[in-house]
């Protein structure tokens, strides 16, 4: 198992957090390449830290510990040091780990008023999946496959384009989506098989004609 040096940890993680903040950079085009000098690296204070957690973690695992907490908006070197940090990893973790089953559980969530309800756009307030994401009920893995499967962000790109919050949810997205490795066809079943699910529930809705 490989691991990072002291200096290579602190290039991932400036490279991994200008990713998700900057608009031109792309950390796979840039193969995770940025401008940040060895010697600068030395002059640093807390280069101890990037020192110890190069050796704690393989430069797999480090990568995901830098995900998990930027993804949370944990942007500072000084909060990835205390134990919400490791919280924050453990609990990426296990969304990766069980990605279908909680793809499943969430898309049951999600259409429980309908296959239509979720992506309908409204002028004073955002769709339902939206809202589901920002209650933290729908994570951002359902929403980039989801996304994946249905392109809803195109949509709400547009409705929403001179909205504060959406563009930042919508690059949020699109930055997290090539970090996302997941097994398509699977994915595609679990929608399909919900969507039957729901159109045979509203097909079996008795009418008020109908009396028993």
Do not use: C
């Not at 490279?15 to 950390?27: I, P, V």
């Not at 398509?184 to 529930?201: H, P």
């Amino acid at each position: 198992m490989s691991h990072f040096t002291g200096y290579g940890a602190y290039q991932l993680f400036l490279a991994l957090r200008t990713h998700f903040s900057s608009n031109r950079y792309d950390f796979f085009r840039m193969h995770g390449k940025l401008r940040a000098t060895k010697e600068s690296y030395l002059k640093r204070n807390d280069k101890w830290f990037f020192d110890k957690i190069a050796k704690e973690y393989t430069a797999e695992e480090l990568r995901d510990f830098y995900l998990a907490n930027l993804l949370q908006d944990r942007i500072y070197i000084t909060e990835l040091l205390d134990d919400a940090a490791k919280s924050a990893y453990t609990n990426y973790q296990r969304q990766r780990q069980g990605l279908s089953y909680h793809y499943s559980n969430e898309l049951g969530r999600l259409f429980d008023k309908g296959l239509r309800d979720p992506f309908i756009v409204h002028n004073d307030t955002y769709p339902t999946i939206v809202l589901l994401f920002l209650r933290r009920t729908i994570s951002l893995e359902t929403m980039v496959i989801l996304d994946d499967q249905l392109g809803f962000t195109k949509k709400f790109d547009k409705h929403y384009a001179d909205d504060v919050l959406w563009p930042k949810i919508s690059k949020q997205i699109s930055k997290y989506r090539p970090f996302l490795k997941y097994d398509r066809a699977k994915m595609n079943d679990i929608l399909r098989g919900i969507m039957n699910e729901q159109r045979e529930a509203t097909e079996t809705i008795p009418t008020e004609e109908q009396t028993y």
